[in-house]
C-alpha cells in the first residue's frame, strides 16, 4: 500500500514563508509526476505547481516567482517553498503523485490528506 504524508502547513503571517513536505511511502517502483494541488475555502481544488521526472515544472500563474516547487527522488519526497505569502493562498494544500506500485505495471494517482495553510494577520 502506498502512502502520502504531508507536512509544514500553519498560520502564517502576509509576506513569511513556509516549506510544504509530502512523502512516499510503500511498495513503490517508480514515482513519475508529482504536484501540490490547493482548495480554497468554498472554490475548487486547483493545481499549484507540478514536477515531473526530469525536473520540469509547472506553475499556477498566481504563485510564479513566490513558490518552488522541487522533489528528492532518492527519498520519494516533494516540497512547496511559499515565500511572500498572501491572504488568497490560504487553502487546504494537497500533495499528489503518480505511483507504479511493486509488481504493478501501470500507474495510480494518490493524494494526501491535505495540510492547512492559512495566511492572515
Known amino acids: 500500500q502506498v502512502q502520502l504524508v504531508e507536512s509544514g502547513g500553519g498560520l502564517v503571517q502576509p509576506g513569511g514563508s513556509l516549506r510544504l513536505s509530502c512523502v512516499a511511502s510503500?511498495?513503490?517502483?517508480?514515482?513519475?509526476?508529482m504536484g501540490w494541488y490547493r482548495q480554497p475555502p468554498g472554490k475548487q481544488r486547483e493545481l499549484v505547481a507540478s514536477?515531473?521526472?526530469?525536473?520540469?515544472?509547472n506553475y499556477l500563474d498566481s504563485v510564479k516567482g513566490r513558490f518552488t516547487i522541487s522533489r528528492d527522488n532518492a527519498k520519494n519526497t516533494l516540497y512547496l517553498q511559499m515565500n511572500s505569502l498572501k491572504p488568497e493562498d490560504t487553502a487546504v494544500y494537497y500533495c499528489?503523485?503518480?505511483?507504479?506500485?511493486?509488481?504493478?505495471?501501470?500507474?495510480?494517482?494518490?493524494w494526501g490528506q491535505g495540510t492547512q495553510v492559512t495566511v492572515s494577520s
Open positions: 499528489d503523485a503518480v505511483i507504479e506500485g511493486v509488481g504493478y505495471y501501470y500507474y495510480t494517482d494518490y
Open positions: 514536477v515531473a521526472p526530469g525536473g520540469r515544472k
Open positions: 510503500g511498495s513503490i517502483s517508480n514515482i513519475y509526476v
